[in-house]
Nanobody, 122 residues
Framework: VQLVESGGGLVQPGGSLRLACAAS????????MSWFRQAPGKERESVAR????????NYASSVKGRFTISRDNAKNTVFLQMNSLKPEDTAVYYC????????????????WGQGTQVTVSA
């Protein structure tokens, strides 16, 4: 399992970013996927999850209505569109595979990518 995140950067409050996670080494369309984030001094937290087909999604309450998870199974890529960004969204963002097709499947803790830094600051 290899996951490579990209798309992070510095953005002003209220701005947008689109993260991408390119997957390889497994049958991407057979697994749910997720995005997590970890801010300095805090535990890693779940941000969004998506089922294998993309039909079902789940979001943390802190990002619901602002972030959208999606996937392109033809390109083995999962995305996180982040709008109306806030300083508290500053973190390293990671994608991870789920241990199954549904979005509520447990996370494969051995599948983390290297992460991409998102900084929201004026």
């Amino acid at each position: 399992v290899q996951l490579v995140e990209s798309g992070g950067g510095l953005v002003q409050p209220g701005g947008s970013l689109r993260l991408a996670c390119a997957a390889s080494g497994f049958t991407f369309s057979g697994y749910g996927m997720s995005w997590f984030r970890q801010a300095p001094g805090k535990e890693r937290e779940s941000v969004a999850r998506i089922s294998d087909t993309g039909d079902f999604t789940n979001y943390a309450s802190s990002v619901k209505g602002r972030f959208t998870i999606s996937r392109d199974n033809a390109k083995n890529t999962v995305f996180l569109q982040m709008n109306s960004l806030k300083p508290e969204d500053t973190a390293v963002y990671y994608c991870a595979r789920l241990y199954g097709r549904p979005s509520y499947s447990p996370v494969d803790l051995g599948s983390w990518g290297q992460g991409t830094q998102v900084t929201v600051s004026a």
